[in-house]
Nanobody
Framework: QVRLVESGGGLVQPGESLRLSCAASGFTFRLYDMSWYRQAPGKERELVAG????????NYAESVKGRFTISRDNVVKTVYLQMNSLKPEDTAKYYCNAPRGPYRNVWGQGTQVTVSS
């Protein structure tokens, strides 16, 4: 069974950092590009960052460039999102996904990130 389990969210103040993790199982993780998405209340889900299967290529939404870093460890089948200099507008539930291929409709439960003073 294909599973994605996100963790690492929490309540932080503006300017602080968090590191999200997404543990994958049930598929050959190293073959697939991975992405982080987020969805705030009342808004559409948006792409935050993506990483190629090898980890050699990354891309970011303009709103997070220079603050967030996506990475992956294909040995432990986990993708990470390091989030620095967090802003209130980063508040959302964050999800990981394998956006290309047969598992693009598989989503985890997400992890809530709240940035507030």
């Amino acid at each position: 069974q294909v599973r994605l389990v996100e963790s690492g969210g929490g309540l932080v103040q503006p300017g602080e950092s968090l590191r999200l993790s997404c543990a994958a199982s049930g598929f050959t993780f190293r073959l697939y590009d991975m992405s982080w998405y987020r969805q705030a209340p009342g808004k559409e889900r948006e792409l935050v960052a993506g990483i190629s299967n090898s980890g050699g290529t990354t891309n970011y939404a303009e709103s997070v460039k220079g603050r967030f870093t996506i990475s992956r460890d294909n040995v432990v089948k986990t993708v990470y999102l390091q989030m620095n200099s967090l802003k209130p507008e980063d508040t959302a539930k964050y999800y990981c996904n394998a956006p290309r291929g047969p598992y693009r409709n598989v989503w985890g439960q997400g992890t809530q990130v709240t940035v507030s003073s």
